[in-house]
């Protein structure tokens, strides 16, 4: 029997290192390679930086050809701005430079921590303008980005695609039970008036507050940036975690349905398109924490976004669906092996484990997996 066990043996030897061999390749991947040097956009591509990750599709992507591996390690400083806006810490919650600068044409905008929008000359780093908007806040200070609004050409019917703008907001969560509406809100982009509003414990109702009356309290808030599809008059926005993301405690059914999600309103009117939620019923706090990217998969016109739970989601944008059947991601046998070696002791069952009084374990925590940036191209 020598000869047969011996043959079992390296069957299940060829077997492990297949497996071995398989934890360190790429499943299902999407590749788009770009020569150094030369850009994938039209010579005629817009060279300005009009939106939170470029102009519109949120790629992160240039369409410069100057700057290539060759060349980048000789790059000097042309000049430095500083805005006189001191990042210090007030009351425990500290003032911090998370901006991304708006260039259009010779002009670059920035908003410093204490809602300061500056204007700068992009090739001399010389102030053109400054505007201050007085706030209170005195924790968590920081401004996360501009929004810009060509008004240089005729002014369009204030019915159409690009002329809302849309905000969302933020409540700290993990504080108090009872904590400040999270309604999403579109603007006028000329006259400034509210349009209309989408209170998460009420979804259907767009109108401005009746006198006396108040949004819903500690609902899901969008607090990521969010991106724009001109095509489809779309706002795609990142969902997180009702008021106390931990514990799941006092949720409703508006909670449990928006939370941990991407939600589609038409632009100019706050409806609902869809809402595409990535964990249900979440006591982790795993959060949807970054603008999402804009593509085309192999076709159909995509929306790709990470999540505080280490995933990266692709979905079609007209009709929600997943680009591919497969939706999840397992650890490997060997990856939880060394999750038993190196945390004996704690109570770890999976991604999704349910905290408790005891030591568990949670990874990624609720600050990630993936955190504030995006995705790119």
């Known amino acids: 029997m020598a000869g047969a066990w011996l043959g079992m043996a390296a069957v299940a030897l060829v077997a492990a290192l297949g497996m071995d061999w398989g934890m360190f390749q790429p499943q299902g991947r999407y590749i788009s390679q770009v020569a150094a040097g030369e850009t994938p956009a039209p010579v005629d591509a817009a060279q300005d930086w009009t939106s939170h990750g470029t102009h519109g599709d949120e790629t992160r992507f240039a369409a410069l050809d100057q700057i290539i591996p060759d060349n980048v390690g000789g790059l000097e400083i042309a000049w430095t701005f500083r805005a006189c806006d001191t990042p210090v810490s007030l009351c425990g919650g500290a003032a911090e430079d998370q901006g991304i600068p708006r260039q259009v044409s010779d002009d670059l905008c920035l908003c410093a921590p204490n809602n300061m929008v500056i204007s700068i000359d992009a090739t001399s780093g010389a102030e053109t303008w400054r505007h201050d908007v007085p706030t209170e806040t005195r924790t968590w200070v920081r401004c996360r980005g501009l929004a810009h609004v060509d008004t240089a050409g005729p002014l369009p019917q204030l019915t159409l695609p690009g002329t809302t703008?849309?905000?969302?907001?933020?409540?700290?969560?993990?504080?108090?039970?009872?904590?400040?509406?999270?309604?999403?809100?579109?603007?006028?982009?000329?006259?400034g008036a509210m349009t209309w509003a989408f209170d998460p414990g009420t979804?259907?109702?767009?109108?401005?507050?009746?006198?006396?009356?108040?949004?819903?309290?500690?609902?899901?808030?969008?607090?990521?940036?969010?991106?724009?599809?001109?095509?489809?008059?779309?706002?795609?926005?990142?969902?997180?975690?009702?008021?106390?993301?931990?514990?799941?405690?006092?949720?409703?059914?508006?909670?449990?349905?928006?939370?941990?999600?991407?939600?589609?309103?038409?632009?100019?009117?706050?409806?609902?398109?869809?809402?595409?939620?990535?964990?249900?019923?979440?006591?982790?706090?795993?959060?949807?924490?970054?603008?999402?990217?804009?593509?085309?998969?192999?076709?159909?016109?995509?929306?790709?976004?990470?999540?505080?739970?280490?995933?990266?989601?692709?979905?079609?944008?007209?009709t929600g669906q997943p680009l591919t059947e497969a939706d999840k991601w397992g650890a490997t046998p060997f990856d939880q092996v060394i999750y038993r070696v190196i945390f004996e002791g704690c109570r770890s069952e999976g991604l999704f484990t349910a905290p408790g009084t005891d030591h568990s374990l949670s990874s990624p925590g609720s600050l990630g997996g993936i955190e504030l940036g995006r995705l790119g191209r």
Request: hydrophobic share 40%.
């Open 165 to 191: 703008v849309v905000v969302g907001g933020r409540a700290a969560d993990n504080v108090a039970l009872d904590m400040s509406g999270g309604v999403m809100r579109g603007f006028d982009a000329i006259t």
């Open 203 to 318: 979804p259907e109702d767009r109108a401005a507050l009746a006198e006396g009356s108040a949004y819903t309290r500690s609902p899901p808030t969008v607090w990521a940036p969010k991106s724009y599809d001109a095509a489809f008059n779309s706002v795609f926005m990142p969902v997180g975690t009702a008021a106390i993301g931990l514990r799941s405690v006092k949720r409703s059914t508006e909670d449990e349905k928006y939370s941990a999600s991407i939600r589609a309103l038409v632009a100019t009117s706050g409806d609902e398109r869809g809402v595409y939620q990535t964990v249900h019923h979440d006591p982790w706090d795993f959060d949807v924490p970054m603008q999402p990217t804009l593509m085309d998969f192999k076709g159909p016109p995509a929306l790709a976004f990470g999540t505080n739970a280490g995933q990266i989601c692709g979905r079609d944008r007209v």
